[in-house]
């Protein structure tokens, strides 16, 4: 990437279709939680009764979509939540199996695993490396104490610490996530964290702005007045500070949450934001290819019961071409390769990259966009705001 100007001047088996990509990934959403985080609203139970029969359901759902992958190669499998280091060593082994099984895999994918640091005793890491995971990412979000009862996570600073000096021993590719915005957290706390979170080591960090969504507990104490509210004005201070630490350090900010060192990307997210297929296993798991999306019920015992009678639970959606148009926009904007004009005249038509070039304009002028060698993409000042920019340059879906 050239350095940026100044701110003046970033089923059936079938169900989804024959996917024509060369090559995608498997995300397998693990649905159980020691306890609720409090801003969270990801689908999860913190009831372990019905493990057994989930791992077993994931498997075979496996095995009921391996004809969606038809001459596509898997390049990465996620393991994501949830909290998936709740499984045991032999039920991830059994799903790493399951996929290679049934799938045709390269020789050396990134398999992840979303971890929390209470999950991840010195016996439990040395367990992990005798697995096919290679990659590890641990869920530290904050290394205050004040931080961690806020949130309600079920480890505290400690635990975190003694996590990341132990998997740092261990793996060389592990990324942690940090949350900023947090209500009443300073700007010097939060550089703290940030220069903790250093002191690792670690190749990648992920790290988002703290949001408070409909219906959770984070809601509700705020609402009760229990709870600060974030302030937004902070959260954007924060960003920057992470933003300018962290590329001090030699990261790339190669997408808005993402920061990684040299061939340490996430080869999972990355593949989401360019575009290629994956096939979402689990209740509440998200399935893509370039002209339809889908989604598994939201509901373990639901799940369950479907695939255990050969039915996928599983909800289609087909994207028109403005809706894929919408799609690339928003995914290509929040990274550092932004949205390519080549790309949208060849895959949508004229008339789509003109309206591009004409919605650009007033955000051009207001140095939040600009032009790089063909590709549309943010300034520093507009990466805050990629996602409202990117709303702003939709097409409205007519057809």
Avoid at 44 to 66: C, H, I, P, Q
Avoid at 138 to 161: C, V, Y
Avoid at 162 to 175: G, M, P, V, Y
Wanted: hydrophobic share 35%; charged share 25%; with cysteine.
């Amino acid at each position: 990437m050239k350095n940026q100007p100044e701110e003046g001047v970033v089923n059936g088996p079938s169900l989804l279709g024959k996917l024509k990509a060369a090559s995608g990934g498997i995300y397998i959403h693990i649905p159980f939680c020691k306890q609720a985080c409090h801003y969270c609203d990801f689908h999860f139970s913190t009831s372990l009764k019905k493990k057994d029969e989930l791992v077993n359901a994931l498997v075979k759902e496996l095995e009921l979509r391996k004809n969606e992958f038809k001459g596509t190669t898997v390049e990465t499998i996620y393991f994501g939540g949830g909290t998936p280091s709740l499984l045991a060593i032999g039920e991830l082994q059994f799903l790493v199996d399951s996929v290679y099984k049934h799938y045709n895999v390269i020789d050396h994918p990134e398999i992840t695993l979303e971890a929390n640091p209470d999950d991840l005793s010195y016996q439990r890491i040395i367990d992990l490396t005798n697995t096919p995971i290679n990659r590890l990412s641990i869920g530290i979000q904050s290394f205050f104490e004040t931080d961690l009862k806020l949130m309600n996570r079920a480890h505290n600073s400690e635990e975190a610490k003694a996590c990341l000096e132990e998997a740092t021993k261990h793996f060389d590719n592990i990324s942690l996530d940090l949350i900023y915005g947090i209500p009443n957290a300073s700007n010097d706390q939060w550089l703290e964290n940030i220069e903790t979170a250093l002191s690792y080591n670690v190749p990648h960090i992920s790290s988002y702005a703290l949001t408070v969504e409909p219906k959770t507990t984070l809601a509700s104490f705020i609402k009760k007045g229990i709870i600060d509210n974030v302030d937004d004005e902070q959260a954007h201070e924060q960003f920057h500070i992470l933003k300018d630490r962290l590329e001090d350090e030699g990261f790339i900010h190669y997408e808005l949450s993402n920061f990684g060192k040299d061939d340490y990307f996430s080869k999972n997210n990355s593949a989401y934001w360019q575009g290629k297929p994956y096939l979402g296993i689990g209740p509440s798991a998200h399935s893509f290819k370039g002209t339809q999306r889908g989604w598994n019920v939201r509901n373990n015992s639901k799940y369950i019961k479907a695939i255990q009678q050969n039915t996928l639970p599983i909800e289609i959606e087909k994207l028109t071409l403005t809706d894929q148009y919408n799609e690339y926009v928003m995914t290509g904007l929040r990274t550092i390769w932004g949205v390519s004009f080549t790309k949208v005249e060849t895959d949508f038509g004229t008339v789509f990259k003109d309206y591009l070039i004409e919605q650009s304009k007033v955000f051009i002028n207001q140095h939040l966009l600009y032009i790089d060698d063909g590709h549309i993409k943010v300034t520093k000042k507009g990466q805050f705001l990629s996602d409202g920019i990117a709303s702003e340059l939709f097409k409205l879906n007519l057809s």
